[in-house]
């Protein structure tokens, strides 16, 4: 009877065993050193962000003071840019502009013909003095007259205004024709003032080639031809010295 006594103990001490094996731990409560601790850490915390500074925004009122000022100097300092390149564009476009000079005009020369009163006359007796020289001829019918009629009111109206005393002078490049009696006649009929000169038909060429004057005879038989020549009055400056 010993034996089953003896196992139901086994069995109540091995249940116990059991039961306890499957109950679950208890909680541990938080101590009261732990929430101590907890509070001196919080108002640490709180005391470090107090003796920070606080940090501001990216922009500051200071740097945006200083945009501003910035850019308005830029501005200030390229209209000021801009308006002084404009003066000096106008003063440049209104300041009167020399060409390239390469010396004086490869435009006459010396020479010596004989004017409507039979005299010899060189480019000497013409030093210190306004001339306007026209190439013509005499026989001319139209072109020559128009040019001499210009010529003679050009002078006058030169004088009228300026009161500059203008030589007007007429060269025959028809020597053959024109002679001293023939330029007498002709050069009466525009300005009292105005002075004749022929030459041999060496002296004419001469003459002309100084100035660069074209002169040709037209392909017509007997007296009455006419002459090819250029067109141009050339005004000679006042030359005071030879």
């Not at 001490?13 to 059991?18: G, Q, V």
């Not at 002078?169 to 002679?179: A, K, W």
């Not at 023939?182 to 525009?190: G, R």
Request: proline share 7%; with cysteine; glycine share 10%.
């Amino acid at each position: 009877m010993v034996t089953p006594i003896l196992g139901v103990r086994q069995a109540s001490m091995l249940y116990s065993s059991t039961v306890a094996s499957t109950e679950p731990p208890p909680k541990e409560k938080p101590t009261e050193d732990a929430s101590k601790e907890g509070a001196r850490t919080g108002e640490s915390r709180e005391e470090g962000t107090k003796g920070k500074p606080v940090r501001g925004g990216p922009v500051s009122w200071l740097s945006f003071l200083l945009l501003v000022m910035t850019g308005a100097g830029l501005i200030y300092y390229y209209d000021k840019e801009k308006n002084r390149h404009i003066e000096v564009l106008k003063t440049a476009a209104a300041a009167p502009k020399e060409g390239p000079s390469v010396g004086k005009a490869a435009i006459g020369g010396p020479f010596k013909l004989v004017n409507h009163d039979g005299k010899s006359v060189t480019e000497k007796d013409f030093l210190g003095k306004w001339t306007l020289i026209y190439f013509g001829f005499t026989h001319c019918p139209d072109i020559c007259p128009d040019e001499l009629q210009k010529l003679a009111d050009a002078i006058d109206k030169i004088k009228q205004k300026a009161g500059i005393e203008i030589v007007p002078v007429f060269i025959s490049v028809d020597p053959e024709r024109d002679t001293v009696e023939q330029i007498h006649d002709y050069v009466k009929e525009f300005h009292p003032n105005l002075i004749g000169l022929t030459g041999s038909p060496e002296e004419i060429k001469q003459v002309a080639r100084s100035y660069r004057v074209y002169y040709m005879k037209t392909d017509q038989e007997g007296a009455d031809y006419l002459v090819d020549h250029s067109i141009v009055i050339f005004g000679i400056t006042r030359i005071l010295t030879g």
